[in-house]
Every structure is written in C-alpha cells, then in structure tokens.
T-cell receptor, first 110, second 117 residues
Framework: GQNIDQPTEMTATEGAIVQINCTYQTSGFNGLFWYQQHAGEAPTFLSYNVLDGLEEKGRFSSFLSRSKGYSYLLLKELQMKDSASYLCAVRVDSNYQLIWGAGTKLIIKP | GAGVSQSPSNKVTEKGKDVELRCDPISGHTALYWYRQSLGQGLEFLIYFQGNSAPDKSGLPSDRFSAERTGGSVSTLTIQRTQQEDSAVYLC???????????????FGNGTRLTVT
C-alpha cells in the first residue's frame, strides 16, 4: 500500500524554528514535494527533493533521506503569515501520480 | 491567465441534484488534474488529463463522476445524483508538459467547496 504520515498539528512561536516531519512508505519513489496551503486557498509549491540531503530556499529548507523514507521541512524565523497547512507529497513510479499526506496544520503564536 | 481558475468557488446543492465544476488551467499547460480534499484527509486523486485525453480515470469514486476536457484547456467535472458524502473541496491543478518531470510542480486553483444538503 501507499502511506504518508505527518503530524496533524503543530504550534510554534513567532521568530522561532520549527521542523515538520514526513515519513512515507510507497511502492516507488521519484521525488518528494512540499506545499503550503492557507485556509481556503490553493496549495502552493515550496520545495522538491529527489536526492538525499538538504535543499535550502530562504527561510525554508527541506531534507530527504530515501533510505529512511523520511523528509522534513524546516521553517526559520517564523512569521505569523507562516500559519498554514503544510502538505507532503511523494511522486511514485509514474510521471504524474502523487501520493499526498493529510497535511500538518502549523499554528504560530506571538 | 495568471493562474488556475475554478468556478464556482462555493456550491450548495440538494442531495440527488447534478453539479458541474469548472477549471481553467494556466495557458499552455497540457497536464490537468482533479483532486478532492476532505477535512483531515490528504488530497484524493480523481483524474488526470494529458491534452484532451484522460489516460488515468482510476480515482473517480463511482460512475456518478465524470470529467471532460475540450480544446486542451477548460475542464469540467460533473457529479450526478449528488450524495452527502460528495461534500468536499474539489481542487484542479495544471502543469506544463507530461506531468511531473524534473520536479515541475503542480499549480493549483483555489478549489470549489461543494456542500450537499
């Protein structure tokens, strides 16, 4: 079967750092995506990892370990606007099929 | 267009009625996807179009659901004889080329929130 696990909800403080984990068990692996989704809005692309290691993009970084079936999204210098759901998605064998996690709702407190 | 456009943004319908949801992808994007998002659930794949053809309809939940795409652009998702369990947000996404090559991300619309009473 295909399964992606993420924590349901996390809380962090403005200005701090938070790490959102994603573990996956899928029939194949051809890359992992992170998306941000504000309530009532479209998911927007944050990052893509296909090789092991850390990809840094401004305040956001994403890490992948294929051997462990594990990824995390690291958000630094948290801002109130970072309050949103963060979705992890794995591209499996086909070139169009994505398996999605249920998302992690991140709440930022002042 | 600037992004993926979906209409209506909200739809309330009575059980048993038919509904039609519309998606306008980004101009030039040949790949188009429909997903369903329920509260606390991951995005559920419904159907994928490449141009006007739908090589993968495997996600459609029942024969009450159908979708078409014309002119390689606009797509409509039709749900016949709606049921309360159809209530969800229906998201459309598009991407250039044949799917997700080299990490090319999906571009999503804001979705249609469907409520069946």
């Amino acid at each position: 079967g295909q399964n992606i696990d993420q924590p349901t909800e996390m809380t962090a403080t403005e200005g701090a750092i938070v790490q959102i984990n994603c573990t996956y068990q899928t029939s194949g692996f051809n890359g992992l995506f992170w998306y941000q989704q504000h309530a009532g809005e479209a998911p927007t692309f944050l990052s893509y990892n296909v090789l092991d290691g850390l990809e840094e993009k401004g305040r956001f970084s994403s890490f992948l370990s294929r051997s462990k079936g594990y990824s995390y999204l690291l958000l630094k210098e948290l801002q109130m606007k970072d309050s949103a759901s963060y979705l992890c998605a794995v591209r499996v064998d086909s070139n169009y099929q994505l398996i999605w996690g249920a998302g992690t709702k991140l709440i930022i407190k002042p | 267009g600037a992004g993926v456009s979906q209409s209506p943004s909200n739809k309330v319908t009575e059980k048993g009625k038919d509904v039609e949801l519309r998606c306008d992808p980004i101009s030039g994007h040949t790949a188009l996807y429909w997903y369903r998002q329920s509260l606390g659930q991951g995005l559920e794949f419904l159907i994928y179009f490449q141009g006007n053809s739908a090589p993968d309809k495997s996600g459609l939940p029942s024969d009450r659901f159908s979708a078409e795409r014309t002119g390689g652009s606009v797509s409509t998702l039709t749900i016949q004889r709606t049921q309360q369990e159809d209530s969800a947000v229906y998201l459309c996404a598009s991407s250039p080329g044949a799917g997700l090559r080299k990490g090319s991300p999906l571009h999503f619309g804001n979705g249609t929130r469907l409520t069946v009473t």
